[in-house]
């Protein structure tokens, strides 16, 4: 079976090298939704689509603040919050909610919780007790509910300064992430959005149609591993790594910038699927991933997308790492002792479920995870084992090994890092440069 899995992986890795359009996605694509099937195929039609502002109008008995209407949501965040009082499952998150508008309340981010007619009549009781800081509405009719195809509180949705929906039935993982990304998009921002999407499609398709001629003469596939001077220490040290500003840093790129001098582990030939790629000369991209948690796999579709995109120049990685669960006293790997061959089983059968399109690669003891340092006290990385609520996360790794960058797959500093580095990484460019003579020399000059 793992030899069958390893040639679906290796043909679908060599269709990576090959021409790949370009796709340009809105910021925060990546973070978690719920939902499957049709319905979710109509939730993702409903993101960047304008919110209808007449669903206000559809709900009743307002408590603990003012009826949201057109104008007092114009310019702010709006996070509606699906939930019932009788069901304590629902009522969870309104502690984590309460956080969020102490914490962006004052920067345009209003929460509205959404009741429906069943239980109504206790509602304003568990607002007091729960001591709710956010606006509470009543949805008789159930009339948003319908529009917003809520089928099990509770769920999130998330509406932009400029009335759009961009996150429709968001997973409660990734609730922060995606509400920090639209606090920190100004009104103007927001109302571009689809236009700077639009222009960075048609760039990215110019840029595609420039080189498009040469990718048919010769393929990127079509070149060996050719032989290059590898940079010396010295000159790794010598090199203007690219750092974030301090001052304009959010709290995710921060723990990043704490241990950006930490080391990727050796792994094992082994330990790789569907082979171990050849990381010399090239920029590594690592996600951490379960299989038995969804979540941690969210990041799969723009990890394939990333590979097609950079091509040789980077190799992305998954790291299927032990998790944390976080309603247990103790971590998953503390309770219990990981069996190797259930674990390599899961990794094989997960690979030839979701054959994805770059490598793989086996950490049963969590080295990679305890090498970021990022949060250890709340993500337990010192044990090697990682958080679910910090997926997808992401670090990017030179290639001398070090490691000088990582956070949340949705931080607005994650490409920047990522092309700064493919820029200034002496070994990629020296790589670079070996193959563009090689290929100048099969086509004739």
Known sequence: MKMRMIVCAVAALAATLAVAQPVIHPPGHDLAREGTGQRREALDKMELKPFDQSQWDNLS??????ALDRGSTHGKVVLIYSWTSYLPTTLRPIAALNRLVDEYGDRGLVVVGVHPDVGWEDAAKVVKQRRAKFVVAHDASGALREYLMIDQDPDFYLIDRAGRMRFADLDTS????AVELLINETTEQAEGLLDRLKREEEAADREFGKTFGIRQEFHLSDIPDLPFAQPSEEVYASVQWPKIPEDEEDRSSRRGQEQQFGRMPEFEDTDFLPSKPNFKGRVTVAYFFNPKEPRSYAYLAEANRLQEA???????LGVMTPLEDPNARRSRRDAEAIDPAQWTKDLVDFAMARTPRHW?????????????????????????????????????????????????????????????????????????????EYRRSRNGG
């Open 61 to 66: 008995d307002w408590t603990n603040g003012p």
């Open 174 to 177: 990734a609730l922060n992430a």
């Open 310 to 316: 950079h091509g040789r120049d980077v190799v992305v």
């Open 360 to 436: 793989l690669v086996s950490d049963i003891a969590g080295r990679m995870s305890s090498a970021l340092d990022a949060d250890r006290r709340r993500s337990r990385q010192d044990s090697g084992v990682f958080a679910v609520g910090n997926m997808p996360y992401v670090a990017l790794v030179s290639s001398d090994g070090v490691i000088r960058w990582h956070g949340p797959a949705s931080s607005r500093w994650f490409k920047f890092m990522l092309d700064e580095l493919l820029r200034v990484d002496p070994a990629v460019l020296e790589r670079r440069k070996v193959e563009e």
